[in-house]
C-alpha cells in the first residue's frame, strides 16, 4: 500500500472510477459494483479492493471486465471523484492513515482549496466499499 500512498501524497487524483454495468432496459439504469475502486493518479491506474476484509490495490494498465455480465447488459464506468470529494476542482492530499487490520476503514486527509478534509473507504460492507466524510 506504501506505493499507492506515495503516489497519492505526491501525485494528482484526477478521477475515482467504479465498474458497473448498464442494464438493457428503458431507460437504461447504471448498476455500480463497489467491490472494487479505480484511483486515477498521473495517468496511473490503481485498483482497491477487499480481501477478508483487508484494502488491497493493484496497479492496472487498463480497466477490464471482472465479473460476467448479461448478454443483454454492458460493461461501464462512472465516476465517483466528486462523490467522494464532494467538488469537481483538484485536491490535494496531506494524509493517509490505513492499518492492515480487516474491517478497518482507509482514511485520507485532504485539502479542497483551503478547506480541510477527510473521506473515509470502509471495506465492511457486503457490496463492497462504502464512503463517507
Known sequence: MKQL??????????NVMVSGYIDAETPPVFHP????IYFIINENVFELYIDDGIICYNHLKNINEWFDVDEDDQFSLMSIYSQ??????????TQIDYKAIP???LE???KDGRN???LFLDPN?????????
Open 108 to 110: 485520507i486527509n485532504y
Open 125 to 133: 460492507n457486503f457490496f463492497g466499499f462504502t464512503y463517507y466524510n
Open 5 to 14: 500512498f506515495n503516489r497519492m501524497l505526491q501525485g494528482t487524483i484526477s
Open 116 to 118: 480541510e478534509r477527510q
Open 33 to 36: 459494483m463497489y467491490e472494487r
Open 103 to 105: 474491517f478497518s476503514p
Open 84 to 93: 467522494l470529494f464532494k467538488t469537481e476542482q483538484e485536491i490535494k492530499v
